[in-house]
C-alpha cells in the first residue's frame, strides 16, 4: 500500500461521496484503512467497475451470452511441468500462462463460431482465482 494513502486518510475521505458516513477526523492505527476508487482491486474500485457494467448492459441491450471458462488442473499443458511430487499449486505462473492461452483461443474462435450472430457491441469480463486455486472467466458478451 503506497504511504500517501496511509498518511492522508482524511484526504482521501473527504474526496469520496461517502465522507459523510465516515465521521471520525483523524485515524489511529489500529483503524481500518480507507482504500481509494483508483486503487485496483479496492471496494471503492470494485462497485465502480460495477456500475459501469451495468450502465454499459442498460444502454446497449442485455447480453447475448453468458460464458464461464475454468482451467483445469489436469490439462496436458499444466501436468508436464509438473515435476515429481508437485501439484498445480506449486506452480502458478505455468497455470495463469496456460489459463491465459487457452482464454486467448476460445475468444477467437467465439468470434467465428457465430458467423450470423453479427458484431461484438461489448465484452465485459471478470477473471477470478477460485479457493481452491484454480482461475475461472465470466464474460458477459452481446451481438447485434
Not at 477526523?25 to 482504500?35: A, G, K, P, V
Request: proline share 6%; hydrophobic share 40%.
Amino acid at each position: 500500500m503506497s504511504p500517501y494513502i496511509r498518511s492522508n486518510q482524511s484526504c482521501l475521505w473527504s474526496l469520496e461521496h461517502d465522507a459523510m458516513l465516515m465521521a471520525e477526523d483523524t485515524i489511529e492505527e489500529s483503524d481500518n484503512i480507507y482504500l481509494p476508487a483508483s486503487f485496483l482491486g479496492s471496494w471503492q474500485w470494485t462497485s465502480n467497475q460495477i456500475a459501469d457494467s451495468l450502465a454499459i448492459t442498460v444502454a446497449y441491450s442485455p447480453p447475448t451470452f453468458f460464458l464461464t471458462f475454468t482451467c483445469n488442473s489436469d490439462w496436458p499443458e499444466i501436468q508436464s511441468q509438473l515435476l515429481p511430487g508437485q501439484t498445480f499449486t506449486d506452480i502458478p505462473v505455468v497455470v495463469c500462462h496456460v489459463f491465459k492461452q487457452k482464454l486467448a483461443k476460445l475468444m477467437s474462435n467465439l468470434c467465428t463460431m457465430f458467423p450470423n450472430a453479427g458484431w461484438l457491441v461489448y465484452s465485459i469480463t471478470s477473471i477470478e482465482f477460485q479457493k481452491h486455486g484454480v482461475t475461472h472467466r465470466n464474460d458477459l458478451c452481446n451481438y447485434l
